[in-house]
C-alpha cells in the first residue's frame, strides 16, 4: 500500500504572484553525490520521474505553515511549496529540514529572511542586534505599542524580530483581551490604536500569525479591531455582517467537520482581504502575499475534500436532476456548484482537467440542460456562468456530449440547441445572460481551439452537427425580422439580438469556409442581412455591413457573383446616400470596403459597381475612392483591348471580340466538327448544325450592336454611300442562308478549309472585295457557319 503520510503536491510561485501545480509525488530526503549533501527529492507518483532535487542548504529560509505546508525559496524570486496530504508526513520532513540546519523543530522558520543589499544588512545588523521588547499589553501603553510595532516594518530583519515576539508572548490574545475592555469602556482613542496594530501586523505577512488571528475564538475580534478605522467617522459593522447576515446554507449536509470549518474559515478570511482591510497602494503589492497564499491553498484543499466525496457529489446531481426538486432548492444546488468551480480556478490545469472530467462523468452538462431553461433568474445566471467555466477551460467536453446527442436527442432538448435558444429568448433588457452565451457559442465554433483535440475529426463532426441542426435556430430572429424590405421590428432588444446573432454569423465566415458558405448561398441569407441596412440604428446597419464586408475580404469568386447576380451592393449604396456625406462610422466603414475591392483589384466586384453605380458615384468628390475604382475599370478595358483588339476593315474578325474569346484548341477541335457533320447536309438545307446554332443564338445580339457601331463609322466616312442597317441586314439572314451556305459545301476540302482559314484570318482581298460589293453580311455568315 502507497505511503500517504509522504504524498505531496509541488508548487512554485510564477512572475503573477500564483501558485503554478508542478506536479503531484512522493517526498524524501537522501544524500545526494551531485549535490554532495542532504538533499529533497520528489517522485512523480505517476511515472516516478523526478520533480525536485533540492538540496537543504545551510543558510536557506524554510518555513513552516498550516501544519501541512513547507515553504522556501532558492535562488532569486523563485519560491516553492510542499503541501503534504498528512501532518505526521510534514513533521518528518520539516525535522529532517532542522537538524540539517541544527535548528529546534519547534520553530516555524529556521533562518532570518534577509532581503537588503550588503549596506543594508550591515546597517540592519546594528540596529537588531538588541532584541525587540514590547511594551506590557496595557490600556495606557497602547499609543507606545502602535509605535513599536510601525517602526519595525521598515526592515526585513526588525519584521522577522518582532513577528517572533509577538508569538512566543501569545501578543495577539493579550491584544484582543484590551479589545474587550476598550469597547466596553467605549474607549474610541484605544480601539484606533488597536486598529493601526492589528493592520500592521497583517503587513507583518508571517502565517504563524495568521494562523492565531483566524481560529475560531478569535477572528471576529480581529474583525472588530478592524472596524475602528481612524478615517472613517463611524465604526464599520463587519461583524454584524458575517454573523448575521451572511449565512452559511448547507444545501447537501456536509458530514466532514474539518471541510465545514474550512469553508467558514475561508469565506471570512476572503472577506477580511476584499473589504476589512484597506486596498493596498502599489508599492505594498506584496505585503499580504501569504494571506494571498492562505487563501490559496485553503481553497485548494476545500475542493480536493469536496471532489473526492463521490456520495457528496453524486446525491447533489440527484437532486439538480430530480424533477420533483423545488426551485429555491435548486437555485442553492446551483449557486453551491457554481462556486464549487470558482474555487477550481485555483487549481492547476491538470487539477483542472481532473476536476472537470469528474463532473462531466456525474452529469454535470445533462443537469446545465434543465437549470439553463429555469424561470429562475438566479438559476439561470449562475448556471451560465458554470457552463462558461467548463467551456473556457476545455471546450472539447461539451462538443463531445453534443456530438453523443446526435442520435439519441430531440433537436430542441440537445444541449448545443438550448443554449441558442436561451441566448434568444433573453428577458434582460441589456441582454447580459445572451451575451455571455454568445462568447460560449464563439469559443464553441473556433476551429483553433479543434485543433490540439485528440479526436482529429472533431472539428469535421461538430460543424456539421452545428450547420444542420442548429443553425437555423440561430438565424431564425434574422429571417423572421427581415421578411420584407424594412426590418419588421425596431425595438432595442431586438436590435441588439440582431447584432449579436450577426457578429456569430462574421465570426463564422471569417473561419468556416464550406458549411457558412452552403448556408448564405442557400439560404440568400446576405440579401435579407442587408435589409438591416435600412435600420434606424446605427449600429445594426454596421453589424450588417460588417457581415458583407467579411464576406468581400475573403476573395472568393462564388460570393463574388452572388453578389454580383443579385445587385446586392445597393442596399449599401443607398445606406451610403442617405447618409448624405456626413463625416461619421457610417460613411467610412463604406468608403473602407470600396477602398479594398480597389486595392485588392476584385475585378469582378470593380466592373459591377462601376458599370451600375457609376451615375451615383461619379459626384463623389470628397475621396478619391470611386474616380480611384473607376480609372482600375478603364485599365480593364484597356488591357482587354490590348490583349484583343479587333481590325475595323475585316467583319469577320469580330469573332475574336474577348467576350467570346476561347482556348485555340476547343476552337480547332469544334471546327473540325462541323466539317465533320456538316456533309451531312443536303445542299439546300437551312438548318445549320447544332453547334453553329448554339454560337449564332449567342453572336446574335453581340453581332447586331457591333455591326451598328461599324456601319455608323462608314456612313460617317461615305455620307453619299449609305449602308445597309445591320438590323435590317439581320431581318434578312434567313433568306441568305442558302446562298451563303452553298460555297463552302460546294467546294472541296481543301478549299473550304482555305477560305475558313482566309475568314478566320481576314484577308484583305476578299474584304475588298466584299466593300467593293457594299454586302457586310456575307462574310460574317460564312463565319458563323465555320465556326
Same mark, same amino acid.
Not at 509577538?166 to 488597536?194: A, P, Q, S, V
Not at 457578429?503 to 442581412?529: A, G, M, P, W
Not at 454586302?775 to 458563323?784: E, G, Q
Given at each position: ?25 512522493? #517526498? =524524501? @530526503? ?9 538533499? *529533497?527529492? /520528489?517522485?512523480? +507518483?505517476?511515472? %516516478? ?99 513599536? #510595532? =510601525? @517602526? ?9 524580530? *518582532?513577528? /517572533?515576539?509577538? +508569538?512566543?508572548? %501569545? ?617
Amino acid at each position: 500500500m502507497t505511503d500517504t503520510r509522504r504524498r505531496v503536491k509541488l508548487y512554485a510561485l510564477n512572475a503573477d504572484r500564483q501558485w503554478d501545480d508542478r506536479g503531484t509525488g512522493h #517526498v =524524501s @530526503s537522501s544524500y545526494v553525490d551531485r549535490l554532495k549533501g542532504i538533499s *529533497l527529492l /520528489v517522485r512523480a +507518483e505517476s511515472d %516516478g520521474s523526478l520533480l525536485l532535487e533540492s538540496k537543504i542548504q545551510p543558510d536557506t529560509a524554510y518555513q513552516k505553515q498550516q501544519d501541512t505546508l513547507i515553504v522556501w525559496s532558492e535562488g532569486d524570486n523563485f519560491d516553492l511549496a510542499l503541501s503534504f496530504q498528512e501532518k505526521a508526513g510534514c513533521d518528518e520532513i520539516w525535522e529532517k529540514i532542522c537538524q540539517v540546519q541544527g535548528k529546534d523543530p519547534s520553530v516555524e522558520i529556521t533562518q532570518d529572511i534577509v532581503e537588503e543589499s550588503e549596506d543594508e544588512r550591515f546597517d540592519e545588523m546594528s540596529d537588531s542586534a538588541p532584541p525587540i521588547d514590547l511594551p506590557p499589553c496595557e490600556l495606557s501603553r497602547l499609543e507606545e505599542i502602535n509605535e513599536v #510595532v =510601525s @517602526s519595525c516594518l521598515t526592515s526585513p530583519m526588525r519584521k522577522e524580530k *518582532l513577528s /517572533v515576539a509577538i +508569538e512566543t508572548e %501569545g501578543y495577539i490574545r493579550k491584544l484582543l483581551n484590551l479589545f474587550h475592555m476598550c469597547e466596553d469602556l467605549d474607549n474610541i482613542e484605544g480601539l484606533h490604536y488597536l486598529y493601526e496594530v492589528f493592520k500592521n501586523i497583517f503587513l507583518l505577512n508571517k502565517n504563524a500569525l495568521f494562523e492565531v488571528m483566524f481560529g475560531d475564538d478569535s477572528i471576529f475580534d480581529v474583525v472588530g479591531c478592524l472596524e475602528y478605522d481612524p478615517s472613517s467617522p463611524t465604526p464599520k459593522k463587519h461583524r454584524e455582517y458575517l454573523k448575521e447576515l451572511a449565512r452559511f446554507k448547507e444545501v447537501i449536509p456536509i458530514s466532514n467537520a474539518d471541510l465545514l470549518a474550512k469553508i467558514h474559515q475561508t469565506y471570512r478570511v476572503q472577506y477580511i482581504q476584499d473589504v476589512v482591510l484597506p486596498t493596498p497602494s502599489v508599492f505594498e503589492d506584496n505585503m499580504f502575499s501569504t494571506l494571498s497564499s492562505f487563501i490559496f491553498f485553503n481553497k485548494v484543499e476545500i475542493v480536493t475534500l469536496i471532489q473526492d466525496d463521490e456520495k457528496f457529489l453524486t446525491e447533489l446531481f440527484g437532486h439538480l436532476t430530480d424533477e420533483s426538486t423545488e426551485e429555491s432548492k435548486r437555485r442553492d444546488l446551483v449557486l453551491f456548484l457554481k462556486e464549487f468551480c470558482n474555487f477550481s480556478q485555483n487549481l492547476q490545469p491538470q487539477g483542472k482537467e481532473l476536476f472537470y472530467k469528474t463532473l462531466t462523468s456525474l452529469g454535470i452538462l445533462s443537469a446545465l440542460e434543465i437549470t439553463l431553461t429555469s424561470d429562475d433568474t438566479q438559476t439561470k445566471s449562475a448556471s451560465i456562468d458554470i457552463l462558461t467555466y467548463i467551456v473556457e477551460f476545455n471546450p472539447s467536453f461539451v462538443r463531445d456530449y453534443t456530438l453523443q446527442q446526435a442520435n439519441s436527442t430531440d433537436e430542441d432538448q440537445m444541449l448545443l440547441n438550448v443554449l441558442i435558444d436561451q441566448m434568444i429568448c433573453d428577458t434582460d433588457s441589456e441582454l447580459g445572460g445572451a451575451v455571455q452565451l454568445m462568447g460560449v457559442l464563439r469559443i464553441l465554433l473556433d476551429p483553433e481551439n479543434m485543433m490540439a483535440s485528440l479526436n482529429k475529426s472533431e472539428k469535421t463532426d461538430f460543424l456539421n452537427y452545428f450547420y444542420k441542426h442548429s443553425v437555423n435556430i440561430l438565424i431564425g430572429p434574422l429571417l423572421t425580422n427581415t421578411l420584407s424590405d424594412w426590418p419588421a421590428k425596431e425595438d432595442y432588444q431586438t436590435v441588439q439580438l440582431l447584432g449579436l446573432i450577426l457578429e456569430l454569423l462574421s465570426f463564422c465566415v471569417e473561419h468556416h469556409t464550406y458549411h457558412i458558405k452552403n448556408c448564405i448561398l442557400s439560404k440568400d441569407l446576405l440579401r435579407r442581412i442587408l435589409v438591416l441596412m435600412k435600420s434606424t440604428h446605427t449600429f445594426l446597419v454596421l453589424c450588417s455591413l460588417r457581415f458583407m464586408r467579411k464576406i468581400i475580404a475573403l476573395k472568393d469568386e462564388f460570393y463574388n457573383r452572388y453578389i454580383t447576380k443579385g445587385n446586392l451592393f445597393a442596399p449599401v449604396i443607398d445606406a451610403f446616400i442617405r447618409n448624405n456625406g456626413r463625416y461619421n462610422l457610417l460613411d467610412s466603414a463604406i468608403l473602407e470596403m470600396f477602398e479594398f475591392i480597389k486595392l485588392e483589384d476584385i475585378k469582378t466586384l470593380c466592373i459591377h459597381v462601376v458599370e451600375n453605380f457609376s451615375k451615383v458615384l461619379d459626384d463623389i468628390d470628397y475621396v478619391q475612392t470611386f474616380k480611384s475604382l473607376k480609372m482600375r475599370y478603364d485599365q480593364h478595358l484597356d488591357k482587354l483591348k490590348d490583349r484583343d483588339r479587333p481590325s475595323l476593315d475585316s467583319v469577320p474578325s469580330i469573332l475574336r471580340n474577348n467576350r467570346y474569346r476561347r482556348d485555340q484548341r476547343q476552337l480547332e477541335e469544334e471546327e473540325e466538327m462541323w466539317f465533320n457533320e456538316e456533309e451531312d447536309f443536303e445542299e439546300d438545307s437551312v438548318v445549320p448544325g447544332p453547334d453553329a446554332d448554339i454560337l449564332t443564338k449567342k453572336l446574335d445580339s453581340d453581332l447586331n450592336s457591333t455591326l451598328a457601331k461599324l456601319v455608323d463609322k462608314k456612313n460617317e466616312a461615305n455620307p453619299s454611300k449609305l449602308t445597309t442597317s445591320p438590323s435590317k441586314a439581320m431581318n434578312n439572314n434567313m433568306s441568305m442562308t442558302n446562298s451563303v451556305s452553298s460555297s463552302p459545301l460546294n467546294a472541296s476540302p481543301s478549299d473550304k478549309f482555305k477560305k475558313g482559314l482566309v475568314d478566320y484570318e481576314g484577308d484583305s482581298d476578299d474584304e475588298d472585295e466584299d466593300d467593293s460589293n457594299g454586302d457586310l453580311l456575307t462574310p460574317v455568315h460564312k463565319r458563323a457557319r465555320l465556326s
